[in-house]
């Protein structure tokens, strides 16, 4: 039977190299569509770990990770993160960031999903210094090529969880499947109050 786990700061350290094999194999999904680098994952991985009050979520079966979700303060992520809510005019010494959350398919619809966005929000009220919660998403066109057939996107889900869209984006860079090089994606930042 799967289990939670909530760890914080160099507990999460152990299970950077599961969490970077998670990443790459659900984000080969529609709709990030992310080819996989170990290398880029090392250095995504390493901004995470060196973050003063990062949470890291984990779905446990037996010995195997089958899930994860990641937050930490936004103050501790990299510029191409902070810089579009520092712009928009967002205190980030107030927001607390949500990375990626990752499930395996076969454990999908069974409430992790509510689980991480709870523990995540949990972590981040417990510091009392955070009153603004955010995620970034990946925005692609409603006629993309490689969109499955009955794709559902996860707009309310997230809406459910208490997140609004905003008109704000980052743009992060990833090899996608099928390209040469990395190339910038945009990614549309959720915010919750």
């Not at 794709?151 to 905003?166: A, C, I, V």
Request: net charge negative; glycine share 8%; with cysteine.
């Amino acid at each position: 039977m799967a289990e939670l786990l909530t760890l914080s700061g160099g507990q999460a350290a152990p299970y950077v190299e599961e969490l970077a094999r998670l990443r790459i194999a659900v984000f080969r999904e529609y709709p990030y569509l992310y080819e996989g680098d170990m290398a880029y994952e090392t250095a995504y991985l390493d901004t995470f770990l060196q973050a003063q009050d990062n949470v890291l979520i984990l779905v446990r079966e037996q010995e195997r990770i089958v899930g994860a979700s990641t937050g930490l303060p936004m103050v501790e992520e990299t510029d191409n993160i902070k810089e579009p809510l520092i712009e928009a005019g967002y205190n980030i010494q107030r927001v607390f960031y949500y990375g990626e959350s990752v499930l395996l398919p076969e454990y999908r619809g069974q409430g992790w999903g509510k689980a991480f966005f709870a523990e995540r929000e949990r972590f981040a009220r417990s510091l009392g210094r955070f009153d603004t919660l955010t995620f970034c998403a990946v925005e692609r066109p409603e006629g993309h090529p490689l969109r499955p057939a009955g794709y559902q996107p996860l707009d309310p889900f997230w809406k459910q969880q208490g997140f609004e869209p905003t008109s704000h984006f980052c743009y992060i860079r990833w090899q996608e499947r099928g390209e040469t090089e990395e190339k910038a994606k945009p990614l549309r930042y959720w915010v919750k109050g």
